[in-house]
């Protein structure tokens, strides 16, 4: 574990920054009136990067000043290390406090999506989440799918339903049918629900088949991602050909891409295998993170509720595992391509990662600080997903992600 | 039924092109060394509206230079009725003739992709398929899924896959696990297969609910769609979530969008219902298409053999039902979105629109004209998808949709 980097934009040198000189993470911003900028958060600053490379004093082709950072990553490891090392050096105690010039409060700017998202493939990685939700649908017996131990499960999602953090959620109608209903009715889905889930953002692309270690260098940086799910509607659409519009109103994610090379002194290895995995599944080092992640709760007007507090490094399967796998028929992968972990669900109950976990599918509701029981999100409640890796008095936060529920449209 | 068109491109007026000046279908053509260029097929010629725009004779704010239609479609209804009927007037008999400086003949040109799929769904809305690949999986009694008469069943596929006619095809590697083995392997498929689909392609961007009028109306045109697909990696795989890299390999269409307003006298409405419809999803008139449709399986160096004959007119849901459907969790549509229809096929034995239908899970094998058998595809083999919408004395037709299957890459 490495030190804290100290910086002399000096609100980067408190334990509680979620954006020490270490991490130096890219975003898209905005202040009044003004037009979408890159920028890379340090401190309680924004430094704005696409001013300095039209400035001069940074070249990346013009990459810094496209609005989002697709066309940055398209420029491969390299430019990724060579923009990494410069702003290091420059943001350094001893480095060029002339740059002071570039720095924005985050307090004044609004922060936008920080990529354009090309397509997005949401997984089920989560061993807890899987045996939780198979043992509410067939019993513990039959929990975890026979292919589950075997392959990353994962299915293709909705690119253009991804929204960053801020963004209201209004609350989806779609096709319900309970098990004792005759028909199916159209109305407002009355199970909305989070899935706590970290996203994997990939920087590099590949036209066929790719090793497990070729997806690791090929993945450029991370962040939250809050995969909003209406689990009546769900049920009732996913068989045979499994989730569609239950996913396809918001997938929310934290507007910080966290690079992977800021969170590699917390790299740790997927837990022991079960049952042995296929050569082209092996992991040939620790490819997982140590992220600490939590969920609060904040009904409308209210104070929040931690409902859940959990760590990524409890998944069975890691980011590059899962790309490797996605890439095994050929499919192309692109940048911008995003790839949601699957629910993060610890052992524990108070660990798990979603509303249908954390009240057993609505049997036993939870309840909030302010006294409230909760079994799915209600109007108005506010989710905010958080998460940092700890490092010795510093941490790599990746900013909220949050997102509040607004009622559904009339049918 | 409209008659011919008649015009001075002497080969538009054959009763056997596909492309008369009824059609006037839009693709994307270069010729050798040469760039990508906009073109609009007529008779046997390519008329390049790049270099008519470029010109000065046409002029949509630069949307025919841009090698792609989708500029062109995101500059709405107006101007897509406007181009066609430009270029209906100069290409019909007593129309410009000096125009004949932009025909390129077809023979001399290569055809690529004719737009940027920004996201591709695929639905299941063939009552038929649907019937027969649940009689061979649950029995003929519980062949359709419950949901099957009240959803248009879709799932997302993978964008990055979608290639143009005459792109080979590799057969994909993946996990296999037949019932009777112990634990999975990895390796080529064995029971890799065509879909014969339609595929309709999002013109304008929606991004709420709409009713299946609108979504009609956001329909800029359609293409020949193959998704190619492999069953032995979907048999272990798509349990809970669906199909993943079973359908990731490739999905062709064919280079030319017929447009909506081509197909216009060819509407039909869907089958009688056999239960209601929630009133979301109910047409406000006939909203599918009678074009006829086959597909030729030709071995590596022998002559091709015609394995279906279907027509698209038998499916149970249309393209704007399920866009509608699409909509309803609040999911945004975006110009360029292609939605495949689902596999077509017929009530007959050789109206099937895939060989796991046509030999029966390979029980049933079928025998080429050449005497071979097929179960499912070889190496070598070239599939090609061909449809016609028959007006009376001229077609509008789609060019061939063809793949070649090439050998699985070495694991």
Known sequence: MTDLKRSWVASANSAETPFPLNN?????????????????????????????????LLDFGGALQAGGWNAFMARGKADWARLRETLTGMLAEGGDESLARYLVPLAEVTLHMPFDVTEYTDFYA???????????????????????????IGYNGRASSVVVSGTDVIRPNGQLKGPDDETPRFGPSQRFDIELEMGAIVGTASTGPISVAEAFENIFGYVLLNDWSARDIQAWEYQPLGPFQAKATATTISPWIVTAAALEPFRTSTP????????????????????????TLAPEGGAETVITRTNYDVMYYSAAQQLAHHTTSGCPMRVGDLLGSGTISGET????????????????PITLDTGEPRSFIEDGDTLTLKGAAKGDGYQIGFGDCAGTLKPARNV
Do not use: C
């Open 24 to 56: 130096l993470p890219y975003g898209v911003f905005s202040t009044a009136g003004g037009v979408r900028r890159q920028g890379v958060a340090i401190g309680d600053r924004v430094l704005d990067v696409a001013a300095m490379e039209n400035g001069g």
């Open 349 to 364: 109950k108070d660990s798990r990662g979603s509303l249908l976990e954390l009240s057993w599918g609505g049997k036993e």
């Open 126 to 152: 989560g061993r807890h989440h899987a045996f939780n939700v198979g043992t509410m649908f067939r019993g513990p017996e039959n929990a975890l799918p026979p292919n589950w131990l075997h392959i990353p």
């Open 272 to 295: 022991a295998r079960e049952k042995p995995l296929l050569d082209y599944l092996a992991e040939p080092g620790p490819m997982l993170y140590d992220i600490e992640l939590s969920v």
